[in-house]
C-alpha cells in the first residue's frame, strides 16, 4: 500500500467513526508509542541512521543520557529489532550499533515527525 492509498484507507476508516474503528486505528498506534515511547529512543534511531556507530558515540550524539538509560534503550530497541548490536572479536571487545531494515521503515515517520516539529517550534516559539 503506497502512501496515498494508505491515507485513502485512514480517511475512509474515519468516516465510519465506530467504536471498533477506533479501536482498530488505536491498537496499532498505541503499539507504536509503547515501542519508541520515552524521551531517547528516537534520538538514538536518529542517530543511528546517520552509520553504525560505539556506545560513546551516540551518547555524544545525543547528549545528556546516562550510560545506564543508554544501555537499557538500546537494549530495547535491539529486542524490538529496530537496531542491531555486534560485537567485535578484539581485544577489547569492540561494539557496535547499527540501524536495521525494519528500524529503516521508520525513516518516512520521523522526517515527517521533524517537519512537524520545525512548524510547531516556529508557531510556538516563533523561530525555527
Not at 11 to 30: D, S, Y
Not at 54 to 75: C, N, P, V, Y
Request: proline content about 5%; hydrophobic content about 35%; aromatic content about 4%.
Amino acid at each position: 500500500m503506497d502512501q496515498q492509498e494508505t491515507r485513502d484507507h485512514h480517511c475512509e476508516e474515519m468516516a465510519e467513526k465506530t467504536p471498533e474503528t477506533c479501536a482498530r486505528m488505536m491498537l496499532p498506534v498505541k503499539d507504536a508509542l509503547e515501542v519508541l515511547s520515552g524521551k531517547w529512543k528516537l534520538p538514538i534511531i536518529v542517530s543511528l541512521t546517520l552509520g553504525t556507530k560505539r556506545f560513546r558515540q551516540i551518547a555524544r550524539d545525543i547528549g545528556g543520557i546516562t550510560d545506564k538509560m543508554l544501555s537499557k534503550e538500546l537494549k530495547e530497541l535491539e529486542e524490538h529489532q529496530l537496531i542491531k548490536r555486534t560485537v567485535h572479536d578484539t581485544f577489547p571487545p569492540k561494539v557496535e550499533y547499527e540501524i536495521t531494515e525494519h528500524g529503516e521503515s521508520l525513516s518516512d515517520m520521523i522526517k515527517e515527525l521533524r517537519e512537524w516539529g520545525l512548524k510547531h517550534r516556529e508557531r510556538i516559539m516563533g523561530n525555527p
